[in-house]
């Protein structure tokens, strides 16, 4: 029998606000544990909590992005339950009535595009962080970090309209440049601040019902949740095909052993006893606040992607690589639009920037070469003043080598620009492009004479050595030597030679 995979996934976003949800306490990362606490996040008693109103703009920016209906009245709940790095004993979060419903989300895998439904947007606290290692009695002992009780998130349920990790993957990461974008989540899996539970079932191919589903809590990377959902989908068909029945549970990801592991029965909505919380009036949003917000949303990844392909005539896979992050895609934009050539600006951001920043694990706002500065030099090769070889091999790590004195960064946009003025570094270095004819047949007349055998080969009629003779002669000459002219002389010297 075939069968079919269904997922659905829960996405908890931390949102970008320098205090929590309900109180002023700090939401900095990395603080001496239980210093950024006071009685409302502990919830001592006589403490009452006070909604954070830019968590509310921040998730009423998010709400419009992904088309969702916004509720003008919201509730909040308390969700009960007991444990140990949760001092209320309860969670403030939206149940009965969230913030905003019914949004989607397009996702494109092997050239599909998809809509996946997000069935709610949810405004809740988070909870503290249990620490289990990196202490003298962690075999005996639990460690409690109360910092991060009452931070805001945003809890992001999508409907189960995935069917592959694949989708998965895309859902996630397309949400997490969304929520980049809007700038209300920094989208950092590996500190927490954007977590992710999958829901996993799985049916005959072509059935209309849903299978018993299992949830798999805190994937922390996109690799992470790959192999959990594959390993997930293969342990239940397994099982299936064996006769045995799916247990309703929630498992955990064990990296170690690339497994699933259970870890306690799933409870259901009426397990966690909802009931409206008594301290908070009702949520109430205004039309006119919705539409403020919505005219200052920023131009958003998808709608960037098919300008760049239309407005600049990018291919689809370099328009997707470079609206990956709005910075890369703000970087690249001022390097087109000043270098007059948006293409050639395509190919430098995607392989000397980007690789620049992997080696040196930065974000593109921490690339030392203003755009203005990178366009310069984008523009010199195409008015042919140097070789790409020259730019790529010379100018340009000359350009990085500037930049990265100590205080370089802390110069005005102005001073930067112009101490990396690549025609000033040209002319520091002589790196003219080497254009006399003269000049160049000299080269190309000591090249010949180094190279016997390969100028015999092509006197014999294997043309393809013509390459390789004209890379020696652009070696020869340090790659200033002018290609456009050296291709017509080296033939007429090997035609030369044939004459003989």
Sequence with gaps: MKYETV?????HA??????????????????TPNTLTCPVCLGLPGSLPVINREAVRMAIKLALALKARINLRSIFSRKNYFYPDLPKGYQI???????????????????????????????????????????????EKTYLDFNRCGVPLLEIVGRPDLRSAEEAVEFVQNLRTLLQYLEICDGNMEEGSLRCDANLSIRPAGSAGFGTKTEVKNLNSFRFLARALE??????????????????????????ENRTVPQRSKEEAHDYRYFPEPDLPPLVISEDWIKEIAAALPELPQEKMERFIRDYGLPLYDARVLTASRALADYFEA????????????????????????ENNLGVENFPIPAESLAELIKLVENQIITMTIAKEKVYPEMLKKAGSATFSHQPIESRVKALDPQAIIDELGLKKIADD????AI?????????????????????????LLGQVMKASQGQADPQKVQPLLRQALEKLARK
């Design 7 to 11: 997922i659905g996934l829960e996405i």
């Design 14 to 31: 931390q949102l970008l606000t320098r205090t929590k949800l309900f109180c002023r306490c700090s939401t900095e990362f990395g603080r």
């Design 93 to 139: 979060t939206q149940y009965h009535l969230p913030l905003a419903e019914d949004g989607h989300l397009v996702i494109e895998v092997n050239g599909v595009k998809k809509s996946v439904g997000i069935e709610r947007i949810n405004l809740e606290e988070d909870a503290g962080k249990s620490l289990h290692e990196s202490f003298p009695d962690s075999g």
């Design 231 to 256: 390993y997930e989908a293969s342990r239940q068909i397994a099982a299936l095909e064996r006769g045995e029945k799916i247990r309703q549970e929630t498992r955990g990801w064990d990296a170690s």
């Design 335 to 358: 390097t087109a639009r000043a270098s007059g050539s948006p293409k050639q600006a395509s190919n430098w951001v995607m392989r000397e920037v980007l690789q620049y920043l992997k």
């Design 438 to 441: 003269r000049a160049l047949e």
């Design 444 to 468: 190309i007349e000591q090249v010949l004479a180094r190279n016997p055998g390969p100028v015999k080969q092509y006197l014999e009629g294997k043309v393809q050595v013509l390459g390789f």
